[in-house]
């Protein structure tokens, strides 16, 4: 039987980071996470996540070896938000032994009992936004930067634990032969669109400017809560939190993908495409010091994906056309710096709107991911 035990120290949390290494050894589509940033984020002492909430991790054994990893965490600043008593689970990786995956959630859900929560949701590395979900479908090629990667029982364990679906949520990509090397291939009604948009709201698009990035990431932050909003549990990111998620960033942000939307001087959408940098981690296997710090250069230099992260724009400015202007213009910085292909992710099954401006582009939707939930 395996013994499951909170994560008390250091040494720990190393073979907590460390465990995922057993998991995914013989899958080439497996992205190792650099070991320095997961001890980070997972020390309550620097992770940014424990400015607003709690979590306890665990390791579950077999004798002296790991088998399993979960944690179990409360986002205080999401529940008073939202006026809901939710907890979550992630960082969740497990031998292919249902035993084991049961004794990991039995103790999530004791602790977040414990705390007051009265519904289990996960698995997601303290948001939705951060390797959210199981693979559903779509485990053929490596996962873009923040979206996850699973074996498949993961799913069948989760469901034989008595959990059901909460959402799921798509992964699309769009390749450079689709487009059209002068954007011959993009849908006409959409450069129609965009040409209306320039012509009668006045709007021009602007490259973000990175030796004013302070200054951009503030507007952009601004942009970011304000377009979202409407959306259902969305929780407005705390202008602390943007900084430190776009300062991680700022080495990889391309200006010709990362565009601002004006109308008469006035910021009223963006889009951002990030190159992505999970094509230079998989080659890293965890660390970049001692040595691997001398190949990234390189590596930066054959990053072939760019993935298609932001997008908003402000309510009153809707319905204009202002969106296609963005999205044209990002695709155009897209096809000028040579990807091979575009990867736009994760957008909610209950996103239509987007879902149906993905299919119109004619993009493939190449994974799937779920969340599930469980009351407590």
Known sequence: MPIVEPVRDQRMLKEFVRFPWRVYRNDPNWVPPLISDQMKALDPQRGAFFRHGEAQAFLAREGREVVGTVVAFIDHRANEYLGKAVGGFGFFEVVEDFSVAAALLDAACQWLREHGVSVLRGPMNFSQSDHGGVLIAGADCPPVMLQSHTPPYYATFLEQYGMEKHADFYAYRIFRHQIGENLEYVPPEILHVAEAAQRVSRVSLRQINLREWDREVRIIWHLFNETLK??????????????????????????????????????????????????????????????????????????????????????????????????????????????????????????????????RWGAERYKQFRVYQKPL
């Open 230 to 359: 409407h959306f259902p549990d969305y929780v407005p990111m705390a202008e602390e939190e943007f900084t430190a998620m776009a300062n991680s960033l700022r080495a990889v942000i391309d200006p010709e993908m990362a565009l601002v939307a004006e109308i008469d001087g006035e910021p009223v959408g963006f889009g951002v495409a990030i190159p992505d940098i999970n094509r230079v981690l998989i080659h890293l296997n965890g660390r970049l010091f001692p040595l691997n710090w001398l190949r990234l250069r390189s590596l930066m230099r054959r990053i072939d994906v760019a993935s298609f992260k932001l997008m908003g724009v402000l309510d009153r400015y809707r319905m204009r056309g202002i969106d296609a202007l963005l999205y044209l213009g990002v695709i155009r910085g897209f096809v000028k710096r040579g990807y091979a292909w575009l990867d736009g992710s994760v957008t909610g099954e209950y996103n239509l709107m987007t879902n149906l401006v993905a299919q």
